[in-house]
């Protein structure tokens, strides 16, 4: 019998979180990071990035496979960057932190960019624009992982799925485009092996090179890269910018036991991060620019809407919407996620976490 998904409130579910960082001997400021990007991911309904991700980094941080407390260290850098290293910490502190680190440069100098080597994954990428959209800057962040992908026209996992991240201030919810150069993720992969579902062609790849729709036979193989040769292009640069730019961990390099069916620990990747944040008022005046937002926004909005469609929306409007529905009404976490979630509380000696079916 499948278990029964449940729902939680967001401040029970933070709250759970920085109980299970504490048990695996995580600091307290970076237990609230680490609770931000998870339950954020859940309430934007991104899923495949949120709480079921716990179990994973909670075994790594306890068993000291990812650096609990890690120190950012000071590599190299000038006026407006800096490469850190990350001290195989989680990518979810690290990401944070080094957005924090490119605004304080940005304050100085108009622009700051981080790179960090020798972190781990970083979960959803919009969590690490905040800093910069907060502090009314725009923000750009990218990382490296596991090679999941093949290169356009390859049939061998070369590339890591590329992901990127713009965060655009305006006068009410930033702007945000969170997306990976590969068609789909594999936790949105998993997702659809786990409720019975067919994924739609031009995902993925089997492990013999051949086109699938079965996700129990992509999980086995590879990601395609998002709009064929252009998405390759992407995930390509992204690497460089990632990986190559920080001295971290190539894709093709990092181990992929974490990747694998059954997998519950995070392994250490030591990957990259690039975190850029921009001072729009070494542009412009703030209230221009964000008259210009507006301006485009509108332009953006009045467009008709295509057959089948009830309104044109900005980037990041529909998570944005989803999260407004979920502090009202509560995160709903599947079945498996809760049982995985209660495994893990049972574990580490922590309360389970509240919730209602």
């Keep these: 019998m499948s278990p029964t998904a449940a729902t939680v409130t967001a401040d029970d579910l933070a709250a759970f979180v920085r109980a299970i960082c504490a048990a695996a001997d995580v600091p307290t400021d970076d237990s609230y990071l680490i609770a931000a990007a998870l339950v954020e991911a859940d309430l934007r309904g991104v899923s495949s990035h949120g709480c079921a991700r716990l179990p994973a980094y909670a075994r790594a941080l306890a068993a000291r496979i990812i650096n609990p407390k890690p120190e950012l260290s000071r590599v190299r850098g000038g006026t407006a960057v800096e490469l850190l290293d990350g001290d195989n910490g989680l990518g979810l502190v690290l990401g944070q932190r080094s957005m924090m680190r490119a605004v304080e440069l940005a304050q100085g100098a108009g622009i700051g960019a981080?790179?960090?080597?020798?972190?781990?994954?970083?979960?959803?990428?919009?969590?690490?624009?905040?800093?910069?959209?907060?502090?009314?800057?725009?923000?750009?962040?990218?990382?490296?992982?596991?090679?999941?992908?093949?290169?356009?026209?390859?049939?061998?996992?070369?590339?890591?799925?590329?992901?990127?991240?713009?965060?655009?201030?305006?006068?009410?919810?930033?702007?945000?485009?969170?997306?990976?150069?590969?068609?789909?993720?594999?936790?949105?992969?998993?997702?659809?092996?786990?409720?019975?579902?067919?994924?739609?062609?031009?995902?993925?790849?089997?492990?013999?090179?051949?086109?699938?729709?079965?996700?129990?036979?992509?999980?086995?193989?590879?990601?395609?890269?998002?709009?064929?040769?252009?998405?390759?292009?992407?995930?390509?640069?992204?690497?460089?910018?990632?990986?190559?730019?920080?001295?971290?961990?190539?894709?093709?390099?990092?181990?992929?036991?974490?990747?694998?069916?059954?997998?519950?620990?995070?392994?250490?990747?030591?990957?990259?991060?690039?975190?850029?944040?921009?001072?729009?008022?070494?542009?412009?005046?703030?209230?221009?620019?964000?008259?210009?937002?507006?301006?485009?926004?509108?332009?953006?909005?009045?467009?008709?809407?295509?057959?089948?469609?009830?309104?044109?929306?900005?980037?990041?409007?529909?998570?944005?919407?989803?999260r407004a529905a979920q502090l009202e009404s509560g995160i709903e976490l599947g079945g498996a996620v809760i049982e995985g979630l209660d495994e893990l509380a049972s574990e580490l000696g922590v309360e389970p976490l509240p919730h209602r079916r």
Excluded: C
């Excluded at 690497?239 to 519950?264: C, H, K, N, W, Y």
């Excluded at 926004?297 to 944005?320: F, H, I, K, W």
């Design 114 to 322: 981080v790179s960090v080597r020798n972190s781990n994954h970083t979960g959803m990428l919009a969590i690490h624009l905040t800093p910069a959209t907060t502090a009314h800057m725009i923000g750009f962040f990218t990382s490296n992982a596991p090679a999941v992908m093949t290169p356009y026209g390859g049939r061998d996992p070369k590339l890591g799925n590329g992901p990127f991240a713009y965060g655009i201030p305006t006068r009410g919810e930033p702007i945000v485009v969170d997306m990976a150069s590969s068609a789909t993720n594999r936790g949105r992969i998993r997702l659809y092996a786990n409720t019975g579902r067919r994924l739609p062609s031009g995902w993925a790849l089997d492990d013999e090179g051949g086109a699938t729709i079965d996700p129990a036979a992509a999980l086995r193989g590879l990601l395609l890269p998002m709009a064929g040769h252009k998405g390759y292009g992407l995930a390509v640069v992204n690497e460089i910018l990632a990986g190559v730019l920080a001295g971290a961990t190539l894709a093709a390099d990092m181990p992929r036991e974490f990747l694998r069916e059954g997998s519950r620990v995070l392994d250490s990747w030591r990957s990259g991060h690039l975190a850029i944040a921009i001072d729009l008022t070494a542009f412009a005046e703030r209230e221009t620019f964000l008259d210009q937002i507006d301006t485009f926004a509108a332009q953006l909005r009045s467009a008709r809407p295509a057959l089948g469609n009830d309104t044109v929306l900005l980037p990041g409007e529909p998570e944005s919407a989803r």
